[in-house]
Nanobody
Framework: VQLVESGGGLVQPGGSLRLSCAASGFTFGTTSMTWIRQGPGKTSEWVSTIYAESGNTAYADSVKGRFTITRDNAKNTLYLQMNNLKPEDTAVYYC???????????RGQGTPVTVSS
């Protein structure tokens, strides 16, 4: 199993970023996928999940209405579109297999996002 996140960077408050997670080594199209993040000095925080069976999505209250999770099964890639970014969104963002509480699945190496003026 390999998960490679990309797309992070430095952005001003109110800006946007699109994160990607390239997946391999498992059947991506039938696997629910999740984004989590870990801010400086903080514990890991669940961000969003997209369910393989239904395509339904779920978001943490802190990002609802600003972030959108999508997937391209043909490309084995998971995305996180992040709009109206806030300084409190600063964190390393990780993708992993599974649903919200499937913490036993290993996450990728992460991509850092810094929101600052």
């Amino acid at each position: 199993v390999q998960l490679v996140e990309s797309g992070g960077g430095l952005v001003q408050p109110g800006g946007s970023l699109r994160l990607s997670c390239a997946a391999s080594g498992f059947t991506f199209g039938t696997t629910s996928m999740t984004w989590i993040r870990q801010g400086p000095g903080k514990t890991s925080e669940w961000v969003s999940t997209i369910y393989a069976e239904s395509g339904n999505t779920a978001y943490a209250d802190s990002v609802k209405g600003r972030f959108t999770i999508t997937r391209d099964n043909a490309k084995n890639t998971l995305y996180l579109q992040m709009n109206n970014l806030k300084p409190e969104d600063t964190a390393v963002y990780y993708c992993r297999r599974g649903r919200r509480f499937d913490d036993h699945f290993r996450r990728g190496q992460g991509t850092p996002v810094t929101v600052s003026s």
